[in-house]
């Protein structure tokens, strides 16, 4: 009987509390199909809505940094498209559709927008990234917020985060264009020191639009970034010590500050030209060498190309330190093979260098398999005939070294002190040489 009354009550409290429980209103006044349906409405107007276009921060993977592209939209899902690399200009079609959320798609060909999507990537003329790579950029974008002030995408795939801003009225895409070209002009070298409060770190700049920082552990860190008509921008804020590193504005006087922190500067660095000469890279310069001295190097190419049927002729010669061994070589290249050799030297100072020989036991401890091909060569093709140019008369030699340009050097010029007619030129950069 107790079993039967407990029952009893138990049901009669749930049925109680049933009753004096209020109804639950729905947490939405929209279902979810309307919610989505404003959502890619509202989307498609704020992106017509900007009169004169908006600006995209544009990038794909990190390592090739950002790059200036404008967009115009429509309310017929036309966009019309101008980029920067080379003011290329397009008009396509585009979508806003629903996809785990709204989706803006441009897709339709466009020359300026796709060609940082397309697996062939091209800067300049010169390959981007690996072949079926490229930029590795997307065309089709989560949109994480939208309003008339800004628009955040998210690429697809590589999921970077896109920040679009509205351009003002009475700014054109070709004069903000040029402007940011005008920045990369004043803010471009070889070598910065990137400030940050009482620490000042050695920095590089990459191949594309990034600085590389070496932080006091040896770490680098990458700083991916965009020119704008200000100055730099970094992609996304970086952590660099205990300091968030965000931008960079151009001033004359070299001290280029974070407009969010005074404390972070980014200045060039102007290395001497003998320090110029050690830690950069430079192809020899054919035209304006000692003619005495070209022709010593064209009749090895003759004779490396005649014994190996023209499978290794003489292709190229540089100077300079390469991947990370912080030794000063010599390199060329025969055929398809490359070559270095330790070139040991002795500084006079900051104008003044004395080539002394080469180093073979230094050269054995070079890493990699193009690095290991020296003795081939001077068994093989009379590599030393080269060498043994960079020596008036065999001895040691000291050699004034100029630049062309103190701060964005392109040309280097070895002078012997002890003849001056006799010079040794080189261009920027490793590129092939033609010795016939």
Not at 387 to 415: C, H, M, Q, W
Request: hydrophobic residues 35%; glycine residues 6%.
């Amino acid at each position: 009987m107790k079993k039967l009354y407990s029952l009893l009550f138990a049901l009669t409290s749930i049925l109680l509390l049933g009753a004096c429980t209020p109804e639950v209103d729905s947490v939405f006044d929209k279902s979810s199909a309307n919610r989505i349906a404003e959502s890619i409405s509202n989307t498609k107007a704020i992106l017509a809505s900007a009169p004169n276009g908006w600006r995209m921060a544009y990038y794909g993977a990190e390592q090739y940094g950002g790059y200036n592209i404008f967009c115009k939209f429509d309310t017929a899902e036309n966009v019309k498209v101008m980029e920067e690399t080379d003011m290329s200009e397009a008009e396509s079609h585009y979508t806003v559709s629903q996809s785990q959320g709204v989706q803006l798609s441009f897709d339709t060909f466009n020359k300026a927008f796709h060609k940082f999507s397309d697996p062939v990537g091209k800067l300049d003329g010169a390959q981007v990234g690996q072949a079926g790579k490229g930029f590795e950029g997307d065309f089709e974008f989560r949109v994480l917020s939208c309003s008339k002030d800004s628009i955040v995408l998210q690429g697809k795939k590589g999921e970077a985060r896109i920040v679009m801003t509205p351009v003002p009225e009475n700014q054109t895409w070709s004069d903000y264009i040029a402007d940011a070209h005008y920045m990369k002009t004043l803010m471009t070298s070889d070598r910065y020191r990137l400030v940050l409060g009482n620490d000042t770190l050695k920095a590089i700049k990459t191949d594309y639009n990034v600085i590389a920082v070496t932080d006091t552990n040896g770490v680098v860190i990458d700083l991916p970034f965009i020119y704008t008509n200000k100055g730099m921008d970094l992609l996304t804020p970086k952590k660099v010590h205990d300091k968030i590193v965000r931008n960079f504005t151009y001033s004359e006087n070299d001290k280029w500050a974070d407009k969010n922190d005074n404390t972070v500067m980014l200045m060039p660095y102007y290395p001497s030209p003998v320090e110029a000469l050690i830690s950069g890279q430079w192809t020899v310069n054919l035209t304006e060498t000692n003619s005495q001295t070209v022709d010593v190097w064209k009749t090895v190419n003759a004779y490396a190309s005649a014994i190996s049927g023209n499978r290794y002729p003489f292709r190229s010669l540089f100077i300079g330190t390469y991947d990370g061994d912080e030794v000063f070589t010599i390199g060329a290249v025969f055929g398809q093979a490359g070559g270095r050799v330790v070139y040991d030297y002795e500084i006079n100072d900051d104008n003044h260098i004395t080539f002394i020989g080469t180093n073979e036991p230094a050269t054995a401890k070079l890493n990699g398999a193009q690095n290991n091909n020296y003795s081939a060569f001077k068994r093989l093709f009379r590599f030393d005939d080269v060498l043994v140019r960079f020596k008036l008369n065999g001895l040691e030699t000291a050699y004034e070294v100029s630049l062309n340009d103190p701060k964005n050097p392109t040309k280097i010029t070895l002078t012997s002190v002890l003849d001056p007619t006799y010079k040794l030129v080189f261009n920027k950069g490793i590129s092939l040489v033609n010795f016939n």
